[in-house]
């Protein structure tokens, strides 16, 4: 991936979704049961990580773009050494943006981080240096261990999930139906990790609409602004993520990054609610982890009932 080094200008929301008090019809059957089913993974691993045994446990360690990727040690920090130091140098060489969150934002418990993220802006630079943005509306949490709707659900560990147990801020890209992508990034705790679910499109919208204008059938309705990145499937489309960002830090990768949203999202604008398309999970598929912006059109999927219990 091609790394452009000049200063960003602070960015222009032109198409902002606003607040509606109404959804569309529920998300696509695709998009409900995009988080994390035990039956869709991608056949892809990641095979330049090598993880080293210490006795019973295995640490692993995130790929850096441009840097080969070696095993952590056990009890070493959860960024290298050698990028500890000069993350703030390393940041400002790639992107330049005084607004890009680092590596101590993502280090919160799973459910901390889904709620943190909210309101946050995620950009993607694409190969001919457009950058496109939209702002974080929904997040689910994956707790691992004994979380059964969690790829890494009972300590399951392999070359594919292995972004799960990185340092916190490890991008996890997964693949379902082996067409469509979903984008998480790993936090605090044994294999857990946040799955980013929808998106307010702010800044390159037509961009956005051409990239998922290729996965879509001929003569179809033009999409509208909030249908472009409402469900993780459809996000990744749009911002163009394919499995090339796996394992990928959001405070180092040149092509991906966070950066802090224009306001912060009071608690009571949170809705806490169950996750989708995990009924597979047993007591988990009632759990409120999944958490949205209340009354924004951008959100996948509304609960009527978890607003009311809100107000």
């Given amino acids: 991936m091609a790394s452009r080094k000049r200063r960003l200008q602070p960015p222009e929301y ?40 210490h006795g019973a446990a295995t640490e692993l360690q995130p790929r ?26 390393h940041f400002h060489a790639c992107t330049a943006s005084p607004r890009r969150l680092l590596w101590d934002f993502f280090r919160r ?5 889904a709620r943190e993220c909210l309101g946050q802006v995620m950009v993607r630079r694409l190969a001919d240096g457009t950058e496109v943005r939209g702002r974080i509306v929904e997040t689910e949490a994956y707790l691992g261990g004994e979380d059964y709707a969690s790829h890494s659900r009972g300590g399951r560990r392999s070359l594919r999930n292995a972004a799960m147990f990185m340092s916190p801020g490890t991008l996890y890209v997964y693949q379902i139906y082996g067409l469509y992508f979903c984008l998480n990034l790993s936090s605090e705790g044994d294999g857990a990790a946040v799955l980013v679910r929808s998106l307010e499109p702010l800044q390159g919208l037509d961009t956005m609409r051409g990239l ?98 809100n107000d």
């Fill in 14 to 53: 032109p198409g902002s979704c606003g607040t509606s008090s109404e959804l569309q019809a529920a998300a696509e059957k695709l998009e409900r049961g995009a988080a994390a089913e035990p039956r869709v993974w991608d056949s892809g691993a990641a095979t330049e990580l090598q993880p080293r045994v």
């Fill in 64 to 89: 850096f773009h441009g840097a080969a990727a070696e095993p952590r040690d056990k009890g070493a920090a959860a960024e290298p050494q050698d990028h500890g130091a000069t993350c703030t140098e």
């Fill in 109 to 113: 418990p799973c459910v901390a981080l």
């Fill in 212 to 309: 998922r204008s290729k996965r879509r059938k001929a003569g179809g309705k033009p999409l509208k602004d909030h249908q472009l990145c409402n469900g993780p499937s459809k996000l990744c489309q749009a911002l163009d993520i394919t499995k090339s960002f796996d394992q990928e830090h959001l405070a180092t990768t040149t092509d991906l990054w966070m950066e802090r949203g224009p306001q912060v999202i009071a608690g009571t604008e949170i809705i806490s609610s169950s996750r989708i398309g995990i009924g597979y999970a047993g007591e988990w598929v009632s759990k409120p982890l999944r958490f949205y912006i209340k009354n924004n059109k951008c959100v996948s999927v509304i609960d009527r009932k978890a607003e009311a219990m």
